[in-house]
């Protein structure tokens, strides 16, 4: 949607599974991990309830897109944007251009989630190639659709919009180099990294375009106002990285502490007693001839 509340939505949306995904990042770099996440079992080895079939990642891609989609087409209630032509007009012009710009741009994440759940479930094993390449059209459809997005907008509009398509851009790229070399550490940073900058300037530009904090909507053509939207972007880069470090930093106390909780207790380094009358050193002195004769 065109709204405040339609770009805050889908803002908050990308920014959770980011989240989750820098967290998955952390873990495995700090674990020292082959891959991001392993494949599923073949499907024979696998539970029969369907949450033992389906990773949660691509559930949340199909629930998070119809949570996104279905307000385009029906919200406020009453409203049917499912018309894409006005009959009723002779020259029969397009209607609701926005809506289906949007619509499309999540239904392709839909699809990828869908394609994910078909090789989880109708495939013997897990193709993780195939659903890498879903992701990565999903991006690109993305990044297309955001080029004829900012047609016939004010200039304010057009360079945020731009600005958000350069992070689109990246992840897009790093998708389509995983779908051939998978499993490259650094580019599980670069996609945390550029997917924590484009959902925090989608929420951040919503702000900007529909609910100023001064109260007073920005000039559109106004070149003072337009540099500093560019500037508070180039925040929005610094932002993303200390955001990844800062979840890099509590994922590591996290893990050390783990780790010290699965220490077996006792297991450690116990040094010998040797205070005068301790039996531990004579129980040694002892034993140490009848090692040496049986070597």
Known sequence: MGTLGGHLIAGLLFLIV???YSVLVSLALLRGQRFLKSPLP????????????????????????????LPELFYPPGTNRMVMVDWEDPKRPFVFQD?????????????SGV????SQVCQARQNM???????????????????NHIENKSTLESRVHALFM????????????EVWVPDQPSLWVLKAWMGLVLSNWLLHLSVLLYAPPSGQPWSRDDPVELAFVTTFFC???GLGAVLLAAIYGLCSLWHHRFSSWKRVPG?????????????EPEKFRAGAPQLDGGV
Do not use: N
Not at 49 to 57: G, P
Not at 136 to 142: D, I
Not at 166 to 177: A, D, E, K, Q, S
């Open 18 to 20: 980011v989240l989750y």
């Open 42 to 69: 073949p499907r024979d080895k696998r539970g029969h309830r369907w949450w033992q079939l389906v990773s949660v990642e691509a559930v949340v891609k199909v629930v998070f897109s119809l949570i996104v989609i």
């Open 99 to 111: 809506t289906w710009q949007h619509i499309t741009m999540y239904g392709f994440f839909l699809f």
């Open 267 to 279: 297991a450690k380094y116990q040094p010998c007693p040797l205070h005068e009358g301790s039996e």
């Open 166 to 177: 350069l992070p689109v851009f990246l992840v897009g790229l790093v998708l389509i180099i």
């Open 129 to 147: 190639k195939l659903e890498r390449a879903a992701e990565a059209l999903a991006f690109c459809v993305l990044v297309l659709l955001l080029i």
């Open 235 to 237: 925040w929005h880069l």
């Open 115 to 118: 394609v994910d759940i078909v």
